[in-house]
């Protein structure tokens, strides 16, 4: 047998785990929500991200299942870990022995692969994997457990580099004691002994410890409480032993048959059970090696070998006689149970009511029937579920012991809603515990509770982790439940803010907190001497959604900030609360080189209509520019002059109108289209005459935004129109 390997995962392990469980998500986030949904897009999103790291490291990643075990190359997974045992449970629950990604893998494919495996009425094992291949699942190959010969990825295996197949896996898996007896036999039922018979002589020597032989002989020849030695695995133990190197075999043998595994009662059921070609085979193999033969057998199979020479029991079956109790049924009685006399001897009545009956239930396809299925759904389930929990602590009836299980239940569904997302079951089921803390007949219990599963770190950790993957997609529920939790979470979700690298993620949790209000105004100031840019940013950002206008001086000092992105924010803070001296930090950027922190300013001065900046800005639009950036920038000011309105800005708007220039002439035109659309906030007696000559602009856009505002402003009778 080959050196032993060694027990651990490879490189990539970190990251393959974090597929499988981001596989899990996923595979339970399909099962609950339809494909278009945001839940189920971004799940199967983060478990697509996952795979596509692996793919850099290979062209394809197979995950094998054991039962509840999963086999990645020739490792095992950590039994341990719930996530890999529900994943496991799941695929192998539908007949899959092994799952095979492609590079070239799409997101649809994972949707479509998530679809079979939670799907309840569906075929399973190889017509579930011919279904996958129908639906289109081109990067995802599933062997099911019937199939015996299907290799692994290339190149990820065993070091001798040959291909090798999914059963062998489990076979060198229960050589070496890394998989258990009971995980292999469902293998051994459709594999044929033959290829395992070559695998044992190619991996085994004779000299092999005793406690491997076992290992296989006890897979073949466990008794089963209800049943004792399963009949097929003894045939095929017998034909695995007739394949094996005289040595190897002999060792099987002794070790099979030395002790008291099979008593004598226990080989005549046996042997009852077999047919003629079985037996023939028992008794080749114990006639090569005769002295391996245990006392229990000999007797039997002496009486089998006199049996042979005369017509018994198994010239019999030949013969196609039968026999019940050694009475011999006659030819003509035996014929009248073939299929051709079937309808001879039932009703035409009750023959239809069988084929009825093998139809099965025809309803599951009618309106009803996908109605209580909708209606029946998990998500569904665990909130109604949720709700009469929450109805039976209020009742009266309600002992402290039933009080406490119902406290347990619930705790496991919060895991289950944090998991999936479900913000708004989770904020009743506090509520109701908050009540009941404060006033309730368990209010040591309830307040047990919420300082367990929603105050701790720990706790305030997973919630805020489930905020990050689940928030933007289930925005009214964390924002009530953010809401009634704020005391708790503030800390952390500041914490959170200021670590969080991702920079949506960040919008998201600034939403979140703003809806605290000036409740976390004195942590967003006590903030602002951090030395990161987007945490000062954003800590500026908060002082202005939350109302934090008695704070300004404090804000003050970074509207001259270094970095642009803090001044700017400081600047429009400033504006924001009509701060007294806000109007110089204006002017100072409006006269600054850099063009893009100009225009950031622009846009602030047209948001809040400052009328001071009006003479600033004009002087922008009547600079002749060298390069053509200057049109481009020029649009934001007129925009920002249209927003403010002040009709000292048409007359240069009008020159500029009836400017002409051979260069950058489509950026002229994009302005000139600009300024008709910014007319609107003007007084409409000041912009009739501007109005007026674009009624003859062969701008088709400018003609039709001059004919609308003329209409609308009543100003004259468009040319051309019946009243």
């Not at 034909?239 to 060792?251: A, C, D, F, G």
């Not at 703003?514 to 100031?525: K, Q, W």
């Not at 400033?574 to 950031?600: K, T």
Request: glycine letters at 6%; one cysteine or more; aromatic letters at 8%.
């Amino acid at each position: 047998m080959e050196e032993k390997k060694r027990e651990k995962l490879p490189i990539d392990a970190k990251l393959l785990s974090d597929a499988v469980i981001e596989l899990n998500i996923s595979r339970r986030s399909v099962g609950l929500y339809p494909r278009e949904h945001p839940i189920a897009r971004e799940s199967i999103e983060k478990a697509f991200e996952f795979l596509r790291k692996l793919f850099d490291l290979r062209t394809s990643i197979t995950i094998g299942i054991a039962k509840d075990t999963l086999v990645i190359d020739e490792y095992t997974l950590d039994r341990r870990n719930p996530v890999f045992k529900e994943f496991a449970l799941s695929v192998h629950s539908k007949g899959i022995a092994a799952i095979t990604f492609y590079t070239g893998l799409e997101r649809e494919e994972l949707f479509g692969l998530h679809e079979l495996i939670t799907t309840k009425d569906i075929p399973t094992g190889k017509a579930l994997a011919e279904l996958a291949q129908k639906n289109g699942l081109k990067h995802i190959v599933l062997t099911p457990l019937d199939i015996s010969k299907f290799g692994f990825v290339e190149d990820a295996l065993r070091q001798d580099g040959a291909e090798t197949k999914i059963w062998e896996d489990y076979i060198y898996g229960l050589l070496e004691g890394r998989l258990a007896d009971s995980d292999a036999e469902g293998v051994l039922l459709n594999v044929a002994p033959e290829d395992i018979a070559d695998l044992v002589n190619d991996q085994m020597s004779e000299d092999a410890p005793e406690v491997t032989y076992d290992r296989v002989i006890t897979t073949y020849l466990r008794k089963k409480e209800d049943s004792g030695i399963n009949r097929e695995l003894f045939t095929r133990f017998i034909s695995m032993v007739q394949n094996l190197s005289p040595k190897i075999k002999q060792q099987f043998l002794k070790r099979a048959f030395s002790g008291p595994s099979l008593d004598a009662g226990e080989a005549e059921r046996l042997f009852g059970e077999l047919t003629h070609d079985d037996i023939e085979k028992v008794m080749t193999v114990f006639s090569e090696h005769s002295s391996l033969v245990p006392d229990s057998l000999r007797n039997l199979i002496d009486k089998l070998n006199k049996a042979k020479k005369g017509e018994g029991f198994f010239d019999l079956i030949v013969n196609k006689k039968g026999l019940v109790d050694d009475v011999e049924i006659d030819e003509r009685i035996m014929g009248l149970f073939s299929e051709d006399h079937f309808k001879t001897f039932v009703a035409a009545e009750y023959q239809a009511e069988l084929e009825r009956m093998l139809r099965g239930f025809e309803g599951r396809k009618s309106p009803v029937f996908e109605q209580v299925r909708k209606e029946c759904k998990d998500e569904i389930l665990d909130r109604v579920a949720s709700e009469v929990m929450l109805e039976l602590l209020e009742s009266d009836t309600t002992g402290r012991d039933d009080y406490l299980a119902l406290l347990a239940k619930l705790a496991e569904l919060v895991r289950d809603f944090l998991e999936t997302g479900r913000f708004l079951e989770i904020s009743d089921i506090y509520n109701t515990l908050y009540s009941h803390a404060l006033a309730g007949k368990y209010r040591e219990e309830a307040a047990g509770m919420l300082d367990f599963f929603f105050y701790s770190r720990e706790s305030i950790a997973k919630m805020i982790d489930a905020f990050k993957l689940w928030g933007r997609l289930e925005r009214e529920g964390v924002v009530r439940l953010a809401g009634a939790l704020k005391r708790h979470l503030a800390d952390s979700l500041f914490d959170a803010l200021a670590e969080e690298k991702d920079p949506s993620i960040r919008k998201f949790l600034l939403s979140v907190l703003t809806g605290f209000r000036t409740d976390i105004l004195p942590e967003a100031v006590r903030r602002l001497n951090d030395e990161r840019w987007y945490v000062v940013r954003n800590m500026i950002y908060l002082i202005r959604e939350c109302g934090g206008v008695k704070y300004v001086n404090q804000v003050k000092p970074f509207a001259k900030h270094g970095d642009k992105r803090i001044s700017v924010e400081a600047v429009k803070t400033l504006l924001h609360f009509n701060v007294p001296g806000a109007f110089p930090y204006v002017r100072l950027y409006l006269q600054s080189r850099d063009l893009e922190l100009r225009d950031q300013v622009v846009r602030l001065i047209g948001m809040y209509r400052v009328k001071e900046a009006v003479p600033y800005l004009l002087e922008i639009l009547e600079k002749k520019g060298l390069f053509g950036t200057e049109w481009y920038y020029k649009i934001s000011v007129v925009k920002a002059l249209g927003d403010i309105g002040d009709p000292r800005a048409l007359d240069t708007l009008t020159r500029l109108y009836q400017s002409k220039t051979m260069l950058y002439k489509s950026a002229m035109e994009e302005l000139k289209v600009e300024i008709f659309k910014s007319l609107s906030n003007y007084p409409p007696a000041a912009v009739k005459s501007l109005l007026e000559q674009g009624l003859t602009s062969k701008e088709k856009e400018i003609k039709a935004i001059s004919e609308k505002l003329l209409k609308h402003k009543g100003n004259r009778n468009v040319p051309g129109k019946r009243h």
